[in-house]
């Protein structure tokens, strides 16, 4: 026989068994090798516990509450007028609604530099948000105000865009400001091209290429590349890494979670997850880093604790949505679901609104079996809302168990 890893789905310890303790653990009495599973939480031939109540046992232990206590950030969607037409973008561009105003800004900037923090993040969103560069020209300017007066030290300023609208202005005020810059692509252009064109039809790649060496030569400058998995790039994506490291010079790259549309993923699981960690190694082998959802898996083994709430930053803080009509939105990656709105005045009266995306914890009973229950833990409330209901996309749970399989196989957290 040879040797075996295992993984406890609660307390996330790995062991690794060799040919002779496989072996010894097949026999009908308690060996040396049981006792010593045992003491990693490891049940083998015992009673089965409930899973799904002991990861609960072990969040409250552990003090992990699925309820943010703060904003500690905002994603302020400036416009959703946008120059490119991705067809898997999950906001709803070019709808004719009007861009936030300055008066809107200016509550939603106030309501954060208030939170009594040191640290504020601020992420111009859209559409495409330098089509309202004069919108970031002004809540820059007052969140530097509004951080003299509140006592605040430091505000982290990012700008997700296409890359293909890139002005001198700009360039000047992301440097004024330390932006750190993410230019969404998914790869070469026969790639990009699939589901990134201009309105007009037209490839926009040189044009983005062009910008992106425009960014690199200035070092105050944090770019970086957000690609998202798609049915374009998926059996590519160690292939696409390697273009946009070697080739654009882009040697950070935040792999986009899928999001389920109309009701189920559009991308095979099993696949992404396999994908995800051949193109992280890629990534390594070439002095870059590929940062993707398989992580948690990585940081649950390694730290063992659960991964499981990915709402939430560590401070148990989170990003959320500033939209227009001085609404928010708990759940930075849904603008519509009344499920996730509420009112700057909704949310100051009563900060216990923010739990409004906090998920379920395995809302099903298969999820209580799943290996991959500490760092999944089910579907997000905003998955549940997208696939209309608890039972997560299959995709879904292929997905998370890969990457548990994944990283256990990669020795991450063995004992």
């Known amino acids: 026989m040879r040797g075996l890893e295992t993984e406890g789905p609660v307390t996330l310890a790995?062991?690794?068994?060799?040919?002779?303790?496989?072996?010894?653990?097949?026999a009908g009495t308690p060996t040396p090798t049981h006792a010593a599973l045992a003491a990693l939480c490891f049940t083998p031939g015992g009673t089965a516990p409930d899973?799904?109540?002991?990861?609960?046992?072990?969040?409250?232990?552990?003090?992990?509450?699925?309820?943010?206590?703060?904003?500690s950030g905002l994603r302020i969607v400036l416009t959703d007028r946008c120059n490119i037409a991705c067809d898997y973008c999950f906001?709803?561009?070019?709808?004719?609604?009007?861009?936030?105003?300055?008066?809107?800004?200016?509550?939603?900037?106030?309501?954060l530099s208030n939170a009594g923090h040191e640290e504020v993040s601020i992420?111009?969103?859209g559409g495409e948000p330098t089509i309202r560069f004069d919108l970031m020209q002004f809540g820059d300017a007052l969140a530097d105000t509004l951080a003299r007066q509140h006592g605040v030290q430091r505000i982290r300023r990012t700008v997700v865009t296409n890359g293909a609208r890139l002005t001198d202005d700009m360039l000047r005020h992301f440097l004024a400001h330390d932006y750190g810059i993410g230019i969404s692509i998914d790869g070469p252009p026969a790639i990009n091209s699939a589901n990134r064109k201009l309105l007009g039809g037209q490839p926009a790649d040189d044009r983005i290429r062009s910008n992106i060496q425009r960014l690199l030569e200035h070092e105050g400058l944090h770019v970086g590349c957000n690609l998202t998995p798609t049915s374009a790039n998926i059996g590519r994506l160690g292939e696409?890494?390697?273009?946009?490291?070697?080739?654009?010079?882009?040697?950070?790259?935040?792999?986009?979670?899928?999001?389920?549309?109309?009701?189920?993923?559009?991308?095979?699981g099993s696949e992404l997850?396999?994908?995800?960690?051949?193109?992280?190694?890629?990534?390594?082998?070439?002095?870059?880093m590929l940062f993707s959802v398989l992580d948690r898996a990585f940081q649950?083994?390694?730290?063992?604790?659960?991964?499981?709430?990915?709402?939430?930053?560590?401070?148990?803080?989170?990003?959320?949505?500033?939209?227009?009509?001085?609404?928010?939105?708990?759940?930075?990656?849904n603008f519509d679901s009344d499920a996730f709105l509420y009112t700057l005045d909704q949310l100051r009266a009563d900060p216990s609104l923010l739990a409004g995306a906090a998920k379920t914890v395995a809302p099903i009973p298969a999820c209580g079996t799943c290996p991959a229950l500490a760092i999944?833990?089910?579907?997000?409330?905003?998955?549940?809302?997208?696939?209309?209901?608890?039972?997560?996309?299959?995709?879904?749970?292929?997905?998370?168990?890969g990457t548990v399989e994944i990283a256990v196989w990669d020795n991450t957290g063995v004992q």
């Open 273 to 288: 997850a396999r994908e995800l960690y051949e193109a992280r190694m890629v990534a390594l082998g070439r002095g870059g």
């Open 51 to 71: 899973l799904r109540e002991a990861l609960l046992h072990r969040l409250h232990t552990l003090r992990i509450d699925p309820a943010p206590r703060r904003v």
């Open 123 to 125: 992420q111009w969103f």
């Open 300 to 333: 649950a083994l390694d730290t063992r604790r659960p991964m499981l709430y990915d709402h939430m930053q560590g401070d148990q803080s989170i990003n959320a949505a500033l939209l227009t009509g001085n609404r928010v939105s708990v759940c930075d990656i």
């Open 376 to 401: 999944c833990g089910g579907p997000s409330r905003n998955e549940q809302l997208l696939i209309g209901g608890n039972t997560p996309d299959p995709h879904m749970c292929d997905f998370y168990t």
């Open 240 to 268: 696409t890494v390697a273009w946009i490291i070697d080739e654009l010079g882009l040697k950070f790259i935040y792999a986009n979670t899928p999001i389920p549309s109309a009701g189920k993923w559009k991308v095979d």
């Open 14 to 26: 790995c062991a690794y068994l060799d040919a002779e303790e496989s072996t010894d653990l097949l």
């Open 91 to 111: 906001v709803q561009t070019n709808t004719g609604k009007a861009d936030m105003t300055e008066e809107e800004l200016t509550a939603g900037l106030t309501y």
